[in-house]
């Protein structure tokens, strides 16, 4: 059973634009919510990162929000740059124990 | 901070030899370290967990015989690919947790890609 599913797979936005990937969870016992960003034969890197209590967490252009109820929770990358195009993955994590979701390629167009 | 480094990058071997791929947490000990498998446009698998100087616990479906995970110091930990095949070929990338900081943070080093010919 998939523990956090995300879309979308893929995602082409322009330069400036914003870049939205969502996540949902099934396990409320999760109790850390990471992103990670993974370039073409690299290891993720952690981007940010947000714990149940609070609804939205931002660092520079990067923004979680958090949906507890919904048990949904999303990144949104504010003007989005070639630079930003990578893989994300989401996470759900319980105690120690990390699981990705399925990721999303961001191809940001010049 | 929260560095961890992976040796070697990349490494080709022949089907039927051993492997052994290492993971430093240069700058932090470790509390426990991971063990992930990513095949191409895949998401990244938990293989096994170790803590230093236990056992490592391994993931449903992993063969523990084949996948041999030490954890010598809070600050290293080797995975020893044995009697490679093919299907073996993947990106093997592992993580640590800081014994300093959260427990559910971990920090990635930067992946072994092995190829068994």
């Known amino acids: 059973q998939q523990q956090v599913k995300q879309s979308p797979q893929s995602l082409i936005v322009q330069k400036g634009g914003i870049s939205i990937i969502n996540c949902a969870y099934e396990?409320?016992?999760?109790?850390?919510f990471p992103w990670y960003q993974q370039f073409p034969g690299k290891g993720p890197a952690l981007l940010i990162a947000?714990?149940?209590?609070?609804s939205e967490k931002k660092e520079g252009r990067f923004t979680i929000s958090f949906n507890k109820s919904a048990k949904q929770f999303s990144l949104h990358i504010m003007d989005s740059q070639p630079g930003d195009s990578a893989t994300y993955f989401c996470?759900?994590?319980?105690?120690?124990?990390?699981?990705f979701g399925e990721g999303t390629q961001l191809t940001v167009n010049p | 901070g929260a560095v961890v480094s992976q040796h070697p990058s990349w490494v080709i071997c022949k089907s039927g030899t051993s492997v052994k791929i290492e993971c430093r947490s240069l700058?932090?000990?470790?509390?426990?370290m991971f063990w992930y498998r990513q095949f191409p446009k895949q998401s990244l698998m938990l293989m096994a967990t170790?803590?230093?100087?236990?056992?490592?616990?391994?993931e449903q479906g992993v063969e523990k015989d084949k996948f041999l995970i030490n954890h010598a110091s809070l600050t290293l930990s080797t995975l020893t690919v044995t009697s490679a095949h093919p299907e073996d070929s993947s990106f093997y990338i592992c993580?640590?947790?800081?014994?300093?900081?959260?427990?559910?943070?971990?920090?990635f080093g930067p992946g072994t890609r092995l190829t068994v010919l």
């Open positions: 993580s640590a947790n800081s014994l300093a900081g959260p427990t559910d943070t971990q920090y």
């Open positions: 396990n409320t016992a999760f109790d850390y």
């Open positions: 947000i714990r149940p209590d609070v």
């Open positions: 996470g759900v994590t319980s105690g120690s124990r990390l699981t």
């Open positions: 700058d932090f000990q470790a509390t426990t």
């Open positions: 170790s803590n230093e100087g236990s056992k490592a616990t391994y």
